[in-house]
């Protein structure tokens, strides 16, 4: 794979490569390049990251547990959560509900 451009951030290292499906051009093949870093969490480990992803230097990101099972796609207008339950969704949502945008919509 030294084809394809190293990750971003220190660490970074070939994980796979998807098809993108959709193009109505048979000819034309879009393929998207993954990448993951495992590291032990710490207290400010990804906060490099997540400011260059609200820079928009870097997009696509997904922080997850080592299990896959909760989420964190941030993004530069903000960042979705993906829980394991309801139940956790409604905890993290009270927990920070000062996080949460004015707009009627949650938006």
Not at 54 to 61: E, I, L, S, Y
Request: with cysteine.
């Amino acid at each position: 794979m030294s084809a394809i451009r190293q990750g971003v951030h220190r660490g970074a290292g070939y994980w796979q490569s998807l098809l993108v499906a959709g193009d109505p051009d048979p000819e034309f093949r879009t393929h998207r390049h993954l990448f993951t870093v495992r590291r032990p969490w710490r207290r400010g480990c990804v906060d490099d990251l997540l400011r260059d992803v609200a820079d928009d230097k870097v997009a696509d990101v997904l922080i997850t547990d080592t299990r896959l099972q909760r989420i964190h796609h941030p993004y530069d207008g903000g960042a979705d959560v993906f829980l394991t339950a309801t139940e956790e969704r409604d905890r993290m949502r009270n927990r920070y509900a000062t996080w949460f945008s004015s707009h009627s919509a949650g938006l």
